[in-house]
């Protein structure tokens, strides 16, 4: 019940936003780019905390570990990225997917980490696929949100008021 009136909420945000922030967008000599791609990241962001508090009531397809290795980022920093591909089957149609979960980065700070998140899918290993039942295609092995989102989310949206609280003085100020 919650989801769909975040949804109503967003859609009804879109609905009254974009006309206006493009209006906006014409008169303020390039400012008001910087404030619509911000929109467009929380309105991302807002997707994904959707699908994180969705996905640990999606259906479950028994999968199996096709790749999983480590890429190193930055030599400098030793900054790896895990790549963990699985596969699975929705209604005798296969789907192939590479996102292990939304709760946590795929970027790990160290080769420790790395290798602690690799060792839970190993290849040939068999787990458990939460798809999404309206898209398949859309699947996590972990559900679940980072805790980091929603603090993601807040901190964009004080960016967001800032600027446009910014730009309103400044352009009283000029004028």
Same mark, same amino acid.
């Given at each position: ?15 009254? &936003?974009? !006309? ?9 000599? &390039? ?53 963990? #591909? ?13 996102? !292990? ?41 972990? #559900? ?5 989102? !929603? ?25």
């Amino acid at each position: 019940m919650l989801v769909r009136y975040i949804r109503f909420f967003c859609f009804g945000l879109l609905l009254i &936003g974009l !006309p206006a922030a493009m209006t906006w967008i014409t008169h303020t000599n &390039g400012a008001g780019y910087i404030f619509f791609l911000f929109a467009l990241l929380i309105i991302v962001q807002i997707r994904s905390i959707l699908h994180g508090m969705q996905n640990s009531r999606w259906p479950i397809a028994e999968g199996l570990i096709v790749d999983s290795h480590k890429v190193l980022e930055d030599i400098g920093t030793g900054r790896f990225s895990v790549r963990v #591909t699985y596969k699975y089957s929705v209604k005798a149609k296969e789907y192939l997917n590479n996102t !292990p979960s939304l709760k946590q980065d795929t970027e790990m700070h160290n080769l420790a980490s790395a290798e602690a998140f690799l060792d839970k899918y190993p290849i040939g290993k068999t787990v458990e696929v939460h798809y999404n039942p309206k898209r398949p295609y859309t699947s996590v092995l972990e #559900t679940g949100l980072g805790d980091s989102t !929603p603090w993601f989310v807040l901190v964009l949206l004080i960016m967001v008021m800032l600027g446009a609280g910014a730009w309103m003085i400044l352009s009283k100020i000029i004028n």
